[in-house]
């Protein structure tokens, strides 16, 4: 079983459409989380790191549940621009190594 | 991102030959990273330095070695033991009194292709 683990999709939706990619966990010491998203050959980009409490910005939601060792992102009103691969990323029990998921590949469609 | 050089962008090796990667930040982060991705694949952490003379193995080392001589600088060294080092290389920082905890910045990559 992988580390960090994701649907890889592809996500198809059409603009204005809500979606939720979920990413799960194995190790249960892990304390930092984050969501990168990357764009066709470029590097990934910080999107939000995600809390115990769930936080939101923007269009972007982020939950955490650590007794199903599971993180989600939610993403309401899609746009065009959305169009993207979602990178879940897990801190290794809080040392400096990072676990990043293969990703979730979302297209939204006019 | 801004404060994190990759270079070169685009990078040729022959069969046998060591090429390095070269990795600059002007962000004053203590920990620095390096990592392989393959299409349509994750992020691989390669190895990592959480302080200046210090580095560790990540998950694939084998065939790449590192030094961290100055804080702005973690260079990647892709050795002739590398068999398959075709992929798309990427270096990241992050800093603050809780490195590890960290959210992680990443430079624009480097891509590295077999002759």
Redesign the interface.
């Known amino acids: 079983r992988k580390e960090v683990e994701q649907d890889p999709g592809p996500f198809n939706v059409p603009e204005g459409a809500t979606v939720a990619f979920n990413c799960t966990y194995s190790n249960s010491a892990s304390q930092s989380f984050f969501w990168y998203r990357q764009d066709c050959r470029k590097e990934p980009k910080l999107l939000m790191s995600v809390y115990s409490s769930g936080n939101e910005d923007g269009r972007f939601t982020a939950q955490l549940n650590r007794a199903s060792q599971y993180i989600s992102l939610l993403i309401r009103d899609s746009k065009l621009s959305d169009s993207a691969t979602y990178l879940c990323v897990v801190n290794r029990g809080g040392g400096f190594k990072t676990i990043f998921g293969a990703g979730t590949r979302l297209f939204v469609k006019a | 991102?801004g404060g994190i050089t990759q270079s070169p962008k685009y990078l040729f090796r022959k069969e046998g030959q060591n090429v390095t990667l070269s990795c600059e930040q002007n962000l004053n982060h203590d920990?620095m990273?390096w990592?392989r991705q393959d299409p349509g694949?994750?992020?691989?952490?390669i190895y990592?330095s959480?302080i200046v003379n210090d580095f560790?193995k990540?998950d694939i080392a084998e065939g790449y070695s590192v030094s961290r001589e100055k804080k702005e600088s973690f260079p990647l060294t892709v050795t002739s033991a590398q068999k398959n080092p075709t992929a798309?290389y990427?270096c990241a920082t992050?800093g603050g009194n809780r490195?590890?905890?960290?959210?992680?910045?990443?430079?624009?990559?480097t891509r590295l292709s077999i002759l």
Request: proline share 4%; no cysteine.
């Open positions: 991102d920990a990273y990592y694949q994750g992020l691989r952490l990592y959480q560790q990540g798309f990427l992050a490195a590890g905890n960290q959210p992680q910045h990443f430079g624009d990559g």
